[in-house]
């Protein structure tokens, strides 16, 4: 019992009823009333000791609850502690496999020490005939066969990246062009040459082209239906 409650009781004072109204307290106030009145004030003392002691306790409690679920958190590994997000990402993205359709940005260099531009997606350079750089993502396959443009290392490295993923990696030139001099659209690229390979993975899909490009217009490579408009909305 503090200090003032036990001089208030001692003196027959009144004591501060207390400000909450609640049904604890009206039923404190109804025990109260039904006791003599000199006893009324000790009773009300040790009353609202009781409620303090109460509010304490479960202050106490809320806290050791608080502090026990963020130990939790940290004690669980990464997939359960955050399950929720975790769930969400893997619906959200999905890892190329071999064979899976990968759309994506590059550009590339020869890193022989003058890091020469000579292929990317980009586009804002010159073509080696001339004509200006066209921003147009290039549609490819992950670790699938080599095609014009498109080395073996440059397909094998893309099995594993998800879409909004980035990654720079060098290929040696048994992985890229081997020894003959080849030729790309905005430079050469000598003969035994190692290349570099800066890439942006945008999307990624197992079930064909359609899929890749749903929901973007005026965005595809290959005869008639090359366009570009709305490339840079992807």
Not at 121 to 147: E, I, N
Not at 159 to 185: D, H, I, N, R
Request: charged letters at 25%; aromatic letters at 6%.
């Amino acid at each position: 019992m503090s200090m003032s409650c036990h001089y208030s009781c001692l003196l027959g004072g009144q004591h501060e009823a207390p400000k909450s109204k609640g049904l604890q307290h009206r039923r404190v106030e109804q025990a109260r009333m039904t006791l003599p009145r000199s006893r009324r004030n000790v009773h009300t003392c040790a009353m609202t000791h009781l409620e303090q002691d109460h509010r304490h306790a479960i202050t106490r409690r809320r806290r050791v609850l608080a502090l026990s679920s963020a130990t939790l958190a940290i004690l669980l590994p990464p997939d359960v502690a955050g399950w929720r997000r975790v769930a969400y990402a893997a619906q959200e993205t999905m890892q190329a496999r071999v064979g899976d359709l990968v759309l994506a940005h590059f550009v590339a260099y020869v890193d022989d020490g003058r890091t020469e531009f000579f292929d990317g997606t980009r586009g804002g350079a010159t073509y080696l005939d001339g004509g200006s750089g066209v921003f147009r993502p290039a549609v490819l396959v992950a670790g699938g066969a080599v095609k014009p443009g498109q080395p073996k290392g440059l397909l094998d490295r893309l099995v594993g990246l998800k879409a909004g993923e980035s990654a720079t990696f060098t290929l040696e030139p048994e992985e890229a062009f081997g020894s003959a001099t080849a030729q790309g659209p905005y430079g050469v690229v000598p003969g035994g040459s190692r290349v570099r390979y800066e890439v942006e993975v945008l999307r990624v899909s197992r079930d064909g082209p359609d899929k890749l490009f749903e929901g973007i217009s005026k965005c595809g490579a290959g005869g008639a239906f090359e366009q570009d408009e709305g490339c840079k909305d992807i």
